[in-house]
């Protein structure tokens, strides 16, 4: 069993706060022992490992937490900018302002303005919130799985996301990726993080074997560039999809040529080729294969 995979069932078998408090003093151990990563080690994974090149598109997960670096972290948008052409290819992260359950977060704030696409504060790091914050970023509007994009395609990646009933469908900047042949990295975080393997689920819907979404439609009220408040509906997740093991359906079923977990310099990291993943977990999904226990 690898590192991955035992974090991954420690998570689901332990009580929160214990699991946190080991993960906790786990990080701290590593950055005693653990070499810091200078700027252009760092760059040569990026190029060497995990597929960065001019012209690419790029979605990242990130922990700064998880990561031993020499350098400051808001160096990194600049080293992946750097990489993909700060004209010629885009860089997106994930900036959801949850961090509780979509549907409780939903439920508690009915009648709110629950999301502001230029004042939301992220809940999904340090880094996507930096990247959030940059003059020429484009954050998509959708209430709940906002994502926010720098570079060529920005505008069109996440243009309508607010029109998907269905968070991670075809409106949607996971999907949009794909036409572009986008890659998927985990900065200091594993594929346990890999939100778009839910991708598959929202274009399927009802022909995906497990029931992911509640059939509730939730209307929400969000604050648009223009100042203006839209009614945006959307849909949340269903009740037990938490028991999903992502590490060992990608090491299972999927080519490492397609989607890998690395441990480089004791951090986690992880690549994904967006468009041979989606079409190799549709067909996998198809034989009734899933990421759910």
């Keep these: 069993m690898n590192y991955i995979e035992f974090i991954t069932r420690l998570k689901r078998i332990l009580p929160t706060k214990a699991y946190l408090k080991i993960q906790r003093h786990y990080r701290i151990l590593k950055r005693k022992i653990t070499p810091n990563l200078s700027e252009e080690e760092f760059r040569n994974i990026l190029i060497n490992k995990l597929g960065l090149h001019k012209g690419a598109v790029v979605f990242i997960h990130s922990s700064m937490d998880n990561l031993n670096i020499a350098f400051p972290f808001y160096r990194l948008l600049s080293l992946v900018l750097d990489i993909v052409g700060r004209d010629e290819g885009t860089v997106l992260f994930p900036t959801t302002q949850i961090s509780i359950r979509a549907e409780e977060y939903l439920s508690e704030n009915i009648d709110q303005i629950i999301f502001d696409v230029k004042k939301s504060p992220?809940?999904?790091?340090?880094?996507?919130?930096?990247?959030?914050?940059?003059?020429?970023?484009?954050?998509?509007?959708?209430?709940?799985?906002?994502?926010?994009?720098?570079?060529?395609?920005?505008?069109?990646?996440?243009?309508?996301?607010?029109?998907?009933?269905?968070?991670?469908?075809?409106?949607?900047?996971?999907?949009?990726?794909?036409?572009?042949?986008?890659?998927?990295?985990?900065l200091g975080v594993g594929t346990y993080n890999l939100s778009f393997v839910h991708c598959v689920e929202d274009v399927m819907q009802e022909k995906f074997p497990i029931k992911t979404r509640k059939d509730e439609v939730f209307e929400c009220r969000i604050r648009d560039y223009a100042g203006d408040v839209q009614n945006v509906k959307t849909l949340v997740a269903n009740d037990g999809i938490g028991k999903r093991d992502i590490p060992s359906y990608i090491k299972m079923h999927i080519p490492d040529s397609v989607c890998k977990d690395l441990k480089i310099n004791s951090s986690n990291f992880f690549y994904a080729k967006s468009q041979t993943l989606f079409d190799m977990m549709r067909e996998l999904a198809s034989k009734n294969i899933t990421i759910y226990k």
């Excluded at 809940?123 to 990247?131: K, Q, V």
């Excluded at 003059?135 to 709940?144: D, E, F, M, W, Y």
């Design 122 to 186: 992220t809940t999904r790091g340090i880094l996507p919130e930096f990247a959030r914050r940059q003059k020429k970023a484009v954050r998509s509007l959708h209430p709940t799985d906002s994502v926010v994009a720098i570079g060529k395609y920005a505008r069109e990646l996440t243009v309508n996301h607010e029109k998907s009933l269905y968070p991670i469908g075809e409106n949607s900047p996971f999907y949009k990726i794909m036409k572009h042949d986008g890659i998927i990295i985990g």
